[in-house]
C-alpha cells in the first residue's frame, strides 16, 4: 500500500517522509497530542490575520487569510469538541520548536523577501501537518479519530495549495521555486534533529 506521503507527493514536495514509528509515539498518548493539536490550529488561525494584516495592499490574498483563518478556527473548534466530549482540557501557549526553527530561516530584508518566505514556510507547515493528520487518520484504532484525521489531511492539503498560489502569483516563478527548495531542504534537517513527541511536530 503506498504510503500517505507518496499519495500527498503530486500535492507538495516534503523532501523527507515522517516514519510510522512517529504515527507510534503519536498514538501512544493520544490526549496530549490532541492538546497540541488544538494549539496548532488556533495558533494557524492567528497566524493568518497577522499575514493577512502585514499585507493590506494584496486583497486577494488578504481574502484568502480571512477564509483559512475562519477554516483554522472551525479546525480547531472541531478538535475541541472532541477533547470536551472526552474530558480532555486545552492548554495555554507553549513552544513549538518547528515552528520556530523554520521562522528562523525567514529574511527580514525586504518586503519581497519577508512575504514570500513567510508564506512558503505557512506552506510547508500545513504539508507537514496535512502528512502527518494522514498517518493519524490511517494508524488510529479509534474509529472516530480516523475518520476527523483523514477529513483534516484532506484540508490541509488545499491550506498547502493557497500559499503556493499565492507565492507565485507575486513572485516570480524561479525565484519562488529555488526559494522553495532551499527551505524544504532546510525543513528535512530541522524535522530529522527534532525528538518524536505525542505533538503534530
Ligand atoms: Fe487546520
Ligand atoms: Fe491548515
Redesign the pocket.
Known sequence: MASVFEELREFFPLKSETPRAWTQVALSNMNAFMIDHAFC?RK?SAHAMKLLMSNPDKPDFCEAMIQ?SI??LE?FHQVFRIMKSRGIALRGDAKDPYVNALMDLCRDGSEHDRFLDRILVFGIV?AR??ERFGLIGEDSPDAELREFYSGLAR??AK?FGIFQRYARQYCAPDVVARRMDELLTAEAEIVSRLPWRASLH
Do not use: D, I, T
Open positions: 490550529e494557524a483559512l477554516e483554522e479546525h500545513e501537518g496535512c484540508a490541509e491550506h
